[in-house]
């Protein structure tokens, strides 16, 4: 085991943890954010930097300091690491570069993108981005690819996280994608356009973190903040069958698997159960899906904030009735 201190906290993990994962262990304001890092992928991280932070002590044995930020998805810890995030002045200013640059390719136009409002850049660029860019050349542009039938990539808005090859690779058994050219010519390609057709590969669009893979059957349907999630599961035999139903009325708009705070897949789904399955009949319905107060598309929901129940308690009869305060687990 190997004991870290990350922003001033104490924590116990295995050795070989990441210091991302020690973060995690932590849980809250402290874990730095992640655009490329997937826990279900191996080899996942390492491509993006927006998790970088300080090692002000590098080990009990060695506490010389990090000469440089270090990525933390892909840093084992040491026992008696001491990191810094959120309380290192040179960790955020980094991360706003991290932001700017991720942001020299990538459109502007969430108003349009069906990714608005779930999109991990949106809310990455929302907490550690500056509003103005000092980039002046064009931004690269692409033609908008039809991956099969079902999936579209959006290559401008690709920021190279690398996460769907690996989901293609390590999921499926035939990938027909992957990263061509290096540097700034890099592209998610198809080569010779070739289609994904494998029976998982409705998943890169769950892993993209922005809105380069688009789910062809939701596309324009609707903005995801008027949506309804609930979570539903069905008897599947290819996969587990749990998912998310995004639905309007008694219409299901979409199917996505369900994703943990991090905003990873926790189990990876069919294609049968996201594309083919989209009556409520096909269902069982689990109840709404808990969505952060802060995400958007929680804006208006039908879920009511957490109260202590203390309080609730404390306040005349009459005002938690004319309010609708409702205890929950604090
Ligand atoms: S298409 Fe999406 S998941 Fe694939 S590398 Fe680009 S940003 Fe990442
Ligand atoms: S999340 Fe660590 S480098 Fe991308």
């Avoid at 020690?22 to 992640?34: E, F, L, N, Q, Y």
């Avoid at 932070?53 to 008696?80: E, F, I, N, W, Y």
């Avoid at 931004?139 to 401008?156: A, K, S, V, Y």
């Avoid at 809105?211 to 979570?231: E, I, M, Q, S, Y």
Wanted: hydrophobic fraction near 35%.
């Amino acid at each position: 085991m190997a004991k870290i201190t990350f922003d001033g906290i104490e924590v116990e993990v295995e050795d070989g943890t990441t210091i991302l994962n020690a973060a995690r262990k932590i849980g809250g304001d402290v874990v730095p954010p992640a655009m490329c890092y997937y826990t279900p992928l191996k080899g996942s991280g390492g491509k993006c930097r927006a998790c970088l932070v300080k090692v002000t002590a590098g080990s009990a044995k060695d506490p010389r300091p990090m000469p440089k930020l270090v990525a933390s998805c892909v840093t084992p810890v040491q026992d008696g690491m001491v990191v810094e995030n959120t309380l290192s002045p040179q960790v955020l200013e980094a991360r706003k570069g991290v932001v700017e640059m991720l942001l020299i390719n990538h459109p502007l136009d969430c108003p349009v993108c069906d990714q608005a409002g779930e999109c991990d850049l949106q809310n990455f660029s929302y907490d550690h981005g500056t509003s103005a860019t000092r980039f002046e050349e064009e931004r690269r542009t692409f033609e908008r690819q039809d991956i099969g039938p079902l999936i579209q990539l959006h290559m401008n808005r690709c920021i190279l996280c690398y996460r769907c090859v690996y989901t293609a690779d390590q999921i499926t058994d035939k990938r027909v994608h992957g990263v061509l050219g290096r540097g700034d010519a890099s592209e998610i390609g198809t080569y010779i356009e070739n289609v994904i057709d494998n029976d998982f590969s409705g998943n890169v669009i769950d892993v993209c973190p922005v809105g380069a893979l688009t789910d062809k059957t939701f596309r324009f349907k609707n903005r995801v903040w008027f949506t309804k999630p609930v979570d539903a599961h069905r008897d599947c035999p290819k996969c587990t069958g749990k998912v998310v139903l995004w639905t309007r009325g008694n219409d299901v708009l979409r199917v996505t698997a369900r994703k943990n705070e991090y905003g990873e897949v926790v189990d990876f789904i069919c294609n049968e159960c996201r594309f083919e399955k989209k009556e409520v009949a096909d269902w069982t319905i689990e109840g709404p899906r808990h969505i952060a107060r802060a995400s958007v598309i929680s804006a208006n929901h039908y879920e009511l904030p957490v109260i202590n129940p203390q309080i609730i308690a404390d306040l005349p009869e009459s005002t938690t009735k004319e309010l609708n305060l409702i205890p929950r687990p604090y």
